[in-house]
């Protein structure tokens, strides 16, 4: 099923819709809506898009920077990949910080950001003594090779 998506234009929003790139693309382009951002070194920002979605239930959107920009820019996203719930009606903000050592600048309608659309599942928890065993077990971190 293709989840349709109702949005909103706010004022300050691109001229385009959040597109996908190619066919095979996963994420749909964000653009920065609003003047020129400059990120100074280690510095965390929120940047808007210019737009609010409504996603149904039972899926969520996933923010990620488009790899382009992260290589040329060092900015990442401390909280990556970004969620935004089903029920969030707020304009989409995305988080970037600037883990490299000089200023970076984000122009007026510059794609940096990616939006996914996944499929969601809420668990239930069952409370139980035991875990049943794997052979894995309670190994982590590198305890696989």
């Not at 990120?39 to 210019?50: A, F, K, M, S, W």
């Not at 883990?99 to 600048?105: D, F, L």
Request: aromatic share 6%; hydrophobic share 45%; glycine share 12%.
């Amino acid at each position: 099923m293709v989840p349709v998506i109702p949005i909103v234009r706010l004022a300050h929003a691109p001229q385009e819709l959040p597109a996908y790139a190619t066919l095979g693309a996963a994420g749909m382009d964000l653009s920065l809506a609003g003047p020129v951002a400059t990120i100074l070194p280690g510095e965390r920002v929120l940047l808007p898009t210019g737009f609010c979605i409504a996603i149904p239930h039972g899926f969520e959107g996933q923010v990620r920077l488009r790899s382009g920009f992260a290589r040329r820019t060092g900015c990442i996203m401390p909280n990556a990949p970004g969620t935004i719930d089903a029920d969030y009606r707020g304009e989409l903000l995305v988080m970037v910080m600037n883990a490299s050592g000089k200023a970076v600048e984000i122009s007026n309608r510059e794609r940096f950001a990616q939006l996914v659309i996944s499929p969601v599942v809420q668990a239930i928890w069952q409370e139980v003594e035991v875990l049943p065993p794997t052979e894995r077990g309670a190994g982590g971190f590198g305890s696989t090779g």
